[in-house]
């Protein structure tokens, strides 16, 4: 009998239907939060406090099942996002609405939205993904700070008289230079040195063109890259979960000679001896 509930629970885990709904569930409990920061009535106070009831224990439910379908238990927890959505329901179990801790609680069950990307794969790749990535881009991130430096000390040396407050230091020219790379106004910075400069727009292009478009591409570049060599492992995993070996291009070559080998021995057996 403890096999049967076993294989039911385990065909309910892997149920798309569930899954929907779970996913379901998730974006209420977001909605709820958001409701609850406007001016609600007592009937819909009440209301909403029997609904994240509701979301508590579905989430208790749905947890248990996830650990109980698992095979083998001590795994469920090697993954991180196991741990997560395990902590954030044993967490949102603790009483403490009416403590001094109420607003703890309030952020418990925000990060509760966190869990659709435990539920859907794809933002799973995506997350896991930008996480291997921060190595690689940690040296994007400190050669873009490099750039950042040597401009802003030129940046100060050059227009801190025309406007102390944008250029007075190297830390207030190197947030100003922030503003120039995300674009905002970043002209009137620029026309403003240019009365003095005329040929200050040098600055301001060369450093755009440095931050904003080839450090940027590379960043794309290596999340993207990242991105591929996620997919091709989980595409390995599942071929090798079901015992398959992904085909290379020497194996298709070899399959299609055999198989044109195949059509001309046909041919030939089939064609009129004379």
Do not use: C
């Not at 080839?214 to 794309?220: C, P, R, S, T």
């Amino acid at each position: 009998m403890l096999t049967n509930l076993h294989l039911s629970l385990v065909n309910l885990r892997h149920n798309r239907a569930f899954e929907f709904f779970v996913i379901a569930v998730i974006i209420i409990s977001a909605l709820e939060i958001g409701a609850k920061t406007y001016d609600l009535s007592p009937a819909a106070v009440s209301i909403t406090k029997y609904l994240d009831i509701f979301i508590t224990v579905f989430f208790l439910v749905e947890i248990s099942i996830r650990f109980i379908a698992e095979q083998n238990k001590k795994h469920f927890f090697k993954s991180g996002w196991n741990v997560f959505d395990t902590l954030v329901v044993v967490i949102s179990l603790i009483p403490i609405e009416q403590s001094e801790m109420v607003l703890l609680a309030r952020l418990i069950r925000i990060f509760r939205v966190l869990r659709m990307i435990s539920i859907v794969p794809e933002l799973r790749t995506l997350i896991n993904s930008l996480f291997i990535a921060l190595p690689r881009l940690g040296y994007v991130v400190l050669l873009m700070f490099i750039i950042f430096y040597i401009y802003a000390a030129i940046g100060s040396a050059l227009f801190a008289e025309i406007n102390p407050v944008l250029w007075g230091n190297i830390a207030i020219s190197m947030l100003t230079l922030f503003r120039v790379m995300t674009f905002e106004d970043w002209t009137d910075v620029q026309y403003e040195t240019m009365e003095v400069y005329p040929m200050s727009w040098l600055f301001y292009m060369t450093f755009i063109f440095f931050t904003a478009f080839a450090f940027l591409n590379m960043v794309i570049g290596i999340v993207v890259g990242v991105m591929d060599e996620e997919h091709s492992r989980e595409r390995a995993e599942k071929l090798k979960a079901q015992n398959l070996v992904e085909p290379t291009m020497l194996d298709l070559q070899n399959q299609i000679a055999a198989l044109s080998q195949q059509i001309h021995d046909l041919k030939e057996t089939q064609s009129p001896k004379h």
